[in-house]
T-cell receptor, first 110, second 111 residues
Framework: KNEVEQSPQNLTAQEGEFITINCSYS?????LHWLQQHPGGGIVSLFM???GKKKHGRLIATINIQEKHSSLHITASHPRDSAVYIC????????????FGKGTKLSVKP | EAGVTQSPTHLIKTRGQQATLRCSPI?????VYWYQQALGLGLQFLLW???????NRGNFPPRFSGRQFPNYSSELNVNALELEDSALYLC??????????FGPGTRLTVT
């Protein structure tokens, strides 16, 4: 079993829909990252969080440390949001490296 | 402010050769991370450098090595290339163990 599990693997939405991507992990962590990867490979760091909730524009990330679960929400989705969204955790006490989920491929149709 | 840069963008090598990939972090960042993203395998941690020292490495053979220079730029070397080393190699930088900022990657193809 992977230490970081994401769901769903693939997601197709219509423009304007509210989207939720989930991430569950099985280890104690010091931080969780949400990343966005566009076709071609470039990765953008969206959020780093260790508790609570963060918001940036139409993106909201939440984390529940007790339940070892995080969600990434996209409000009023747009075709330009189409990308792979990756959850990554830094294990508590580890030396810097991240462990990655396999990603959720989001496609938003106009 | 310039982001993380990597060179070259693409690299084609034959099996058995050596590859050298380069990364320049965001100004002021002292930590550099290297990751491998092979087709269908997701991102995997390779190496972490901080203040010129290798701090941690992932589950990769010793032919994957690197270094960090006094200006905090970094180099990843892959010796005795194998076909399965074909992948996108991503570099990220951070200040301490804060948010990591990723470069555009180097796509290595081994034939």
């Amino acid at each position: 079993k992977n230490e970081v599990e994401q769901s769903p693997q693939n997601l197709t939405a219509q423009e304007g829909e509210f989207i939720t991507i989930n991430c569950s992990y099985s280890v104690g962590i010091s931080a969780l990252h949400w990343l966005q990867q566009h076709p071609g490979g470039g990765i953008v760091s969206l959020f780093m969080l260790s508790s609570g909730k963060k918001k940036h524009g139409r993106l909201i990330a939440t984390i529940n440390i007790q339940e070892k679960h995080s969600s990434l929400h996209i409000t009023a989705s747009h075709p330009r949001d189409s990308a792979v969204y990756i959850c990554a955790v830094r294990v508590r006490g580890s030396q810097g490296n991240l462990i990655f989920g396999k990603g959720t491929k989001l496609s938003v149709k106009p | 402010e310039a982001g993380v840069t990597q060179s070259p963008t693409h690299l084609i090598k034959t099996r058995g050769q050596q590859a050298t990939l380069r990364c320049s972090p965001i100004s002021g960042h002292t930590s550099v991370y290297w990751y491998q993203q092979a087709l269908g395998l997701g991102l995997q941690f390779l190496l972490w450098y901080d203040e010129g020292e290798e701090r941690n490495r992932g589950n990769f053979p010793p032919r994957f090595s690197g270094r960090q220079f006094p200006n905090y730029s970094s180099e990843l070397n892959v010796n005795a290339l194998e076909l399965e080393d074909s992948a996108l190699y991503l570099c990220a930088s951070s200040l301490g163990q804060g948010k990591q900022y990723f470069g555009p990657g180097t796509r290595l193809t081994v034939t």
